[in-house]
């Protein structure tokens, strides 16, 4: 897969101290002729050392003049485009970045490129550090045709991840004052972009999924009801129940995928509205406690009879308590007892904290579960999940709702010993007087 290997050594990028030990080996060669030539009587000492004057005056003359006529870098001996202030240009280059002559040999790169391919030399010829077929393909038609190529490849070392590559021909000056084409190639990693795409694809096939499921439900009774249970007044009754569970689901669900765009629009507008959440559990608790009777559930509130202001959206405040409570009655049913507790804390970096705990005493959730709870659709039992007419948005709801609000979701639990949610917000400094 390597390009050929030129069989031309690179053009123009020799240092001006090769010119002159060239001339200085013409000289050389020169006066050792001019000495035989004398020692054989052929020619006069003062006739060679005029011819030795003369040889001296056409090897170096052009070269003085020519130096006059450049940059002082090259009044030096440096290739225009081997300068301090072309390096600086590469090294300040916020991406990895490598610039190649024609030939493809590495001129200048910076620290980026150097910890993306630590193989990467100056002065060697680039394809044998990047070994990627597509780097190398885009590379030989950059060189070959001098126009600009792009290449994505994935990197599995150090880190798995996605790389585009553009290749840009840049003209610069050479060494007698013309210009020549160097290649620029400079890396993007395109890692996080990709996990977003991932992330959309996945969300839609998910989202259809779930709508699909309870729509195959509904058309399937639909049909029976229009075909053998037409006159079945029991089955009727009993498919109508079903349909509407299923009609129920789906609405749901389109309400949580609403919610949840409409709160990751908003996500970087922190709320500024003061509100005091005591009313607002308070209210989400009632509003369960037919839930909690059905289940069988007891919910203690321990909540301060004071106002608990922070900066808040009342809706989406509700939202979160609701999905909380109602997952504890939902799968921690079986403990019989649910608390939902507000408290002050100090977080880990000694920000003041309004937390809410919601606790229950259920089968709890195994440790490998935890880290994934709010990922979209994630559920550890999609069966129970369904039956309890669950969408799999409701964590992933709470965690997007609490980042808007600055806060964050603590989650606590061991299998057999219930589950533990705690809501934190940072407390607001200045006391206000709060909607409720
Ligand atoms: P769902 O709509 O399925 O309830 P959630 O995002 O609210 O979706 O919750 C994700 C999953 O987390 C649930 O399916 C359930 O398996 C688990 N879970 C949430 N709360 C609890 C809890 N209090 N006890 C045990 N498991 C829970």
Redesign the pocket.
């Known amino acids: 897969m390597a390009i050929d290997a030129p069989t031309s050594s690179p053009p123009s990028f020799s240092p001006w101290s090769d010119r002159l030990r060239h001339s200085a080996i013409i000289l050389l060669a020169a006066a050792l002729a001019l000495s035989v030539v004398v020692a054989l009587g052929e020619l006069s000492p003062i006739r060679a050392a005029a011819v030795f004057i003369c040889i001296a005056a056409a090897a170096l003359v052009p070269w003085r003049l020519h130096n006059a006529a450049t940059s002082r870098e090259d009044v030096r001996g440096v290739n225009p485009v081997e300068t301090a202030a072309v390096a600086a240009v590469v090294a300040g280059m916020p991406d990895p970045a490598v610039l190649l002559d024609r030939a493809g040999r590495v001129i200048h790169l910076n620290v980026a490129a150097a910890q993306l391919a630590p193989a990467l030399r100056r002065h060697e010829l680039a394809q044998f550090a990047l070994r990627s077929p597509e780097i190398i393909n885009a590379l030989r038609e950059a060189i070959a045709t001098s126009e600009p190529r792009r290449a994505m490849y994935h990197d599995h070392a150090p880190v798995d991840r996605w790389m585009e590559l553009i290749i840009s021909p840049v003209p610069v000056p050479t060494l007698f004052g013309g210009t020549d084409k160097c290649m620029l190639l400079t890396f993007h990693d395109q890692t996080p972009l990709r996990r977003v795409e991932e992330m959309r694809a996945d969300f839609v096939a998910n989202a259809s999924h779930e709508l699909r499921t309870p729509l195959a439900a509904l058309s399937g009774f639909i049909d029976t009801l229009q075909g053998q249970a037409k006159d079945d007044a029991k089955a009727r009754e009993r498919f109508l129940g079903i349909m509407h569970a299923q009609a129920t689901r789906m609405a749901r669900l389109i309400d949580d995928l609403l919610s949840l765009s409409r709160v990751e629009l908003s996500a970087h507008v922190r709320p500024d509205t003061q509100v005091d959440i005591v009313p607002i559990i308070r209210q989400v608790a009632d509003g369960l406690e037919p839930l909690a009777r059905e289940r069988q559930v007891v919910v203690e509130t321990d909540l301060p009879e004071a106002p608990v202001v922070i900066a808040g959206d009342r809706e989406e405040l509700l939202r979160l308590f609701e ?1 909380l409570i109602e ?2 009655l ?3 049913a079986s403990g019989g007892r649910v608390i939902v507790s507000l408290s002050s804390a100090v977080s880990g970096e000694g920000t003041p904290e309004v937390r809410v705990m919601v606790r ?1 005493f ?4 195994a440790p490998e579960h935890l880290p994934r ?1 709010t990922e979209r659709f ?4 999609v069966g ?2 369904r039956a ?1 007419g ?7 709801l709470v965690k997007h709702i609490l980042n808007r609000h600055r806060g964050r979701l603590l989650i606590e639990s061991l299998p057999r010993h219930g ?1 533990t949610f705690t809501a934190c917000f940072p407390q607001i400094r200045t006391p206000a007087v709060a909607q409720s």
């Open positions: 999905n997952n504890a939902k799968y921690g229950d259920g089968p709890g959730i709870l994630y559920r550890v039992d129970d999940s309890q669950g969408t799999g948005l409701g964590l992933s589950a």
